[in-house]
C-alpha cells in the first residue's frame, strides 16, 4: 500500500530520510475508499481493529468488516439528507462505532468534527453554529445527551441528532431516558445495504476537498477551527511508520479519545495506511494499573501515550507486568522530563521517543527510528517540513539560541498534513501564515546536533526581572525530588519583578504540604538548574486540571490565579 504513495519506503539514515523522502498525493485521494476498501480487496481476511472495554466486552474487525459497515452507515447518512459538504459533529470517545462512522463521512464527502465528551449545552451550541453543523452523532451517556439536547434549539442548521448504541443493555447508562428527537444509528444504520458506489462527478471528493476540522483552543479567545482537506491522511505516513514505527498486522495503541486530533495522529490515518492494527482500549476513566493489564493482555507491539500517563504508570509496580513485546514507546502531548525518561528505561530497557505537533499539522519534530534519543528532546524534523527557529526580530536563530518555532517555504509547497488555515476566519489565519511562513507561536532552541528542545508556548514562558524562563526546565527539575508526583508551573504578576515563578505540585502518597517541604523543593530547584528559575510560589494540589487528552491546562492556573487577585 505505501508504494503507492511513496517513491522510496526505506531510508539508510536520518540525513537520507529528510533529504529523500517524497509523498505522492492523487488529485482524488479518499481515505475510505483508497486505504480502508483497497485493503479489504486485497486480503479479505486482514486484521485492522481490535476493541475492548471495562466491562469485558471485546470485538474484532478486519478492513472487509469496516468496508461493509462503513457502506452501511454511508448509506445511512445519506438517507437523512447527509452528502458532500454537509458538517457532522460527533461525540464517541473510544466507541468502535467511531470508526466507522469516520470513514463513511470521508467516502461521502461530508466534514468531520471530532468532539470531546466534555463539551457542555454552550460549547456544542457554538461549535454547531460556526461551522453550521447540519448532524450531531453521540455516544449514550447522560451528560452528553443532556448538553447537547440543551444546545439542540439554538442550533438551527442540526436536522439531526444520532445516538449510537441508544438501547444496549451493557452500555454504562442502561436505564437512563432518551427523548424520541434521537434517531437510532445502531438499530437503523446495519439495516441499510453494505454496498456504497464511489460517488462520481460533482459528488465525488477532490483531495483539496474539506475533510476535517479540529476545534482546538487557544491561552485567548473563542476555539479555532482547524481546516484539513484530503491529503491530511497522508501526512501522517510520517507519524506512523518513521516515528512511532507500527508494523503491518500487528498492534498499534494511542492513548486518545476520538475529540481530539491526537486520535487523527495514533489510531486511524497514518497507522491503516501502514496495515497496522489499531487497538482501542474505550477506558472510561484512566486507571494506571488497568491500563498497563491491557498493555500486557493484548501483547501490543506498538505504544504512544502523554507523558502524564508514565508518570501515573510508574506510581505502579511496572516490573511486574510483562511489556516486552511492545518494541516502541513514544509520547507526545507535552515535552518529557528527563526523570521520567531515565525511570521508564531503566524499568522497560526501552527508551521513550518523544515527538512534536498540533492539530494544524502531522509529526513535525521527532525521535525517528534512526535517531538516539536525548532525554527531553523533542528529536528533529520532519522531512516535509522546513523548520526554522527566528528571535522577536524575524531573525533566524543561531545553536543555542531561543526562537518562534516555525514553518517555511509553504508557497512553494505546501506540506503534506499541515493545516490550509482557519475555517471561516481569514483574518485568524492571516496573523499565523503570512508569506509562506506558519508561526507556531511555540517556542524552543536547538543544540549544535541539530536536536530541538522545546521551552514553551509563547504565552507560558515566564519574563522575570529580564530572564525568560521556560516552565518545561523548571517542572523537570521539581519532577527530579523524590516528593513530586507531577506538575505545572506558570507565571503569577509581581510588581517588582515583571513575573515570578509559581508551581503547581501533585505529592507522591506518604508526604504531606508543608512550609518545609516547599523550602526543600526550592532549593532542590536551584541545585538542578539556575538559581533565578526556582519557584517563588509553590502550592500544592490534589490533581492538576487537564484536557481528557491528558494535556496540562496552563491556562486555567493563570486564570485562577488571576481572579485570586481580585
Not at 80 to 104: C, D, F, M, N, P
Not at 277 to 299: Q, S, W
Amino acid at each position: 500500500m505505501l508504494e503507492k504513495y511513496l517513491p522510496r519506503t526505506e531510508f539508510a539514515s536520518y540525513e537520507d530520510f529528510k533529504q529523500n523522502y517524497k509523498v505522492i498525493v492523487p488529485d482524488n485521494f479518499n481515505f475510505g475508499f483508497d486505504i480502508v476498501d483497497a485493503w479489504a480487496e486485497q486480503d479479505k481476511d486482514m486484521p485492522a481493529l481490535v476493541w475492548c472495554d471495562d466491562l469485558q466486552n471485546e470485538m474484532h474487525f478486519t478492513f472487509a468488516d469496516i468496508k461493509k459497515l462503513s457502506n452501511r452507515a454511508a448509506n445511512y447518512f445519506i438517507s437523512l439528507g447527509i452528502k458532500k459538504g454537509s458538517t457532522v459533529l460527533v461525540i464517541l470517545r473510544r466507541r468502535w462505532e467511531y470508526w466507522i462512522i469516520a470513514v463513511a463521512l470521508h467516502k461521502i464527502g461530508a466534514v468531520l468534527i471530532p468532539a470531546s465528551l466534555q463539551l457542555t449545552k454552550k460549547d456544542i451550541t457554538y461549535r454547531a453554529n460556526a461551522a453550521d453543523v447540519q448532524a450531531i452523532i453521540c455516544l449514550n451517556d447522560d451528560f452528553v445527551i443532556a448538553q447537547t439536547e440543551g444546545a439542540f434549539p439554538d442550533c438551527p442548521t442540526v436536522k439531526n441528532l444520532i445516538l449510537v448504541n441508544r438501547d444496549n443493555n451493557t452500555d454504562r447508562n442502561k436505564g437512563s431516558t432518551v427523548s424520541e428527537i434521537w434517531k437510532d444509528f445502531s438499530e437503523e444504520a446495519f439495516k441499510c445495504s453494505d454496498v456504497f458506489k464511489r460517488p462520481a462527478g460533482k459528488e465525488a471528493t477532490k483531495t483539496t476537498d474539506t475533510m476535517l476540522l479540529y476545534f482546538t483552543s487557544g491561552t485567548t479567545g473563542m476555539p479555532k477551527m482547524v481546516h484539513h482537506d484530503y491529503s491530511y491522511p497522508l501526512g501522517h505516513i510520517v507519524t506512523a511508520k518513521y516515528w512511532q514505527c507500527v508494523e503491518k498486522g500487528k498492534l498499534h495503541m494511542s492513548v486518545s479519545d476520538s475529540g481530539w486530533a491526537k486520535f487523527g495522529w495514533g489510531k486511524i490515518y497514518g497507522q491503516w495506511i501502514c496495515g497496522a492494527v489499531i487497538f482501542a482500549y474505550d477506558m472510561e476513566k484512566f486507571i494506571p494499573a488497568n491500563l498497563l493489564k491491557m498493555m500486557e493482555k493484548y501483547r501490543l507491539t506498538t505504544f504512544c501515550a502523554p507523558p502524564t500517563m508514565f508518570r501515573f504508570m510508574l506510581q505502579e509496580d511496572v516490573k511486574q507486568y510483562d511489556l516486552s513485546s511492545i518494541k516502541r514507546f513514544c509520547i507526545a502531548g507535552e515535552p518529557l522530563n528527563p526523570e521520567i525518561f531515565r525511570k521508564w528505561k531503566e524499568i522497560t530497557g526501552k527508551p521513550l521517543t518523544e515527538g512534536f505537533g498540533q492539530s494544524e499539522s502531522s509529526v513535525m519534530i521527532a525521535n525517528f527510528k534512526w535517531i538516539e534519543p536525548k532525554p527531553g528532546s523533542m528529536g528533529k524534523p520532519a522531512p516535509l517540513y522546513d523548520i526554522q527557529l527566528i528571535n522577536a526580530d524575524g531573525i533566524a536563530c543561531e545553536d543555542g539560541e531561543e526562537g518562534e518555532i516555525t514553518v517555511r517555504n509553504m508557497e512553494s509547497e505546501h506540506p503534506v498534513g499541515l493545516f490550509l488555515g482557519y475555517y471561516k476566519d481569514t483574518e485568524l489565519t492571516k496573523q499565523h501564515i503570512q508569506n509562506g511562513v506558519y508561526n507556531l507561536k511555540d517556542v524552543a532552541w536547538r543544540d549544535n546536533q541539530g536536536y530541538y528542545w522545546f521551552v514553551g508556548r509563547h504565552d507560558d514562558v515566564i519574563k522575570c526581572s529580564g530572564y525568560r524562563i521556560g516552565p518545561f526546565e523548571v517542572e523537570s527539575a521539581l519532577l527530579e525530588h523524590e516528593a513530586v508526583v507531577e506538575c505545572a508551573v506558570t507565571a503569577v504578576p509581581d510588581q517588582l519583578r515583571g513575573q515570578i515563578v509559581k508551581a503547581t505540585v501533585v505529592l507522591k502518597k506518604g508526604y504531606t504540604p508543608s512550609a518545609e517541604l516547599i523550602k526543600e523543593l526550592q532549593n532542590h530547584v536551584k541545585k538542578v538548574t539556575a538559581p533565578y528559575k526556582y519557584p517563588r510560589i509553590i502550592e500544592f494540589t490534589e490533581e492538576l486540571p487537564k484536557t481528557i487528552g491528558g494535556k496540562i491546562k496552563r491556562g486555567e492556573i493563570r486564570n485562577s490565579d488571576k481572579e485570586g487577585s481580585k
